[in-house]
């Protein structure tokens, strides 16, 4: 069993940045899969990074590459998603997510078996 707990979120102008953490319970952490995905207001939630449990491997939604960087600290069970030029449409309560590692990274919803309760994001125009 996994327990994710966000941090890091909050109220930002456009083109401003924001560094979310997420700390992982377990001692399996580095084994693990590890995701941001974000639900903007009315819509469903959707892909953002993620990060294959070895550190190696990272991927990105169109919508934020070259903008967004996710990063891993196994020794503090941690993964964080650094977020700069951020734009109103980021706007969303983002969600840290795991599951346990294989060979590929998961994209999608379902693929992932732990998820943390959330952390709004608003970025004001």
């Known amino acids: 069993q996994v327990q994710l707990v966000e941090s890091g979120g909050g109220l930002v102008q456009a083109g401003g940045s924001l560094s979310l953490s997420c700390a992982a319970s377990?001692?399996?952490?580095?084994?693990?899969?590890m995701g941001w995905f974000r639900q903007p207001p009315g819509k469903e939630r959707e892909f953002v990074s993620a990060?294959?449990?070895?550190?190696?491997?990272?991927t990105y939604a169109d919508s934020v590459k070259g903008r967004f960087a996710i990063s891993r600290d196994n020794a503090k069970n941690t993964v964080y998603l650094q977020m700069n030029s951020l734009k109103p449409e980021d706007t969303a309560v983002y969600y840290c997510?795991?599951?346990?590692?294989?060979?590929?990274?998961?994209?999608?919803?379902?693929?992932?078996?732990?998820w943390g309760q959330g952390t709004q994001v608003t970025v004001s125009s």
């Open positions: 997510a795991a599951r346990q590692g294989y060979a590929s990274i998961p994209s999608i919803v379902s693929q992932y078996d732990y």
């Open positions: 377990g001692r399996a952490f580095s084994t693990y899969d």
């Open positions: 990060m294959g449990w070895s550190g190696g491997s990272t």
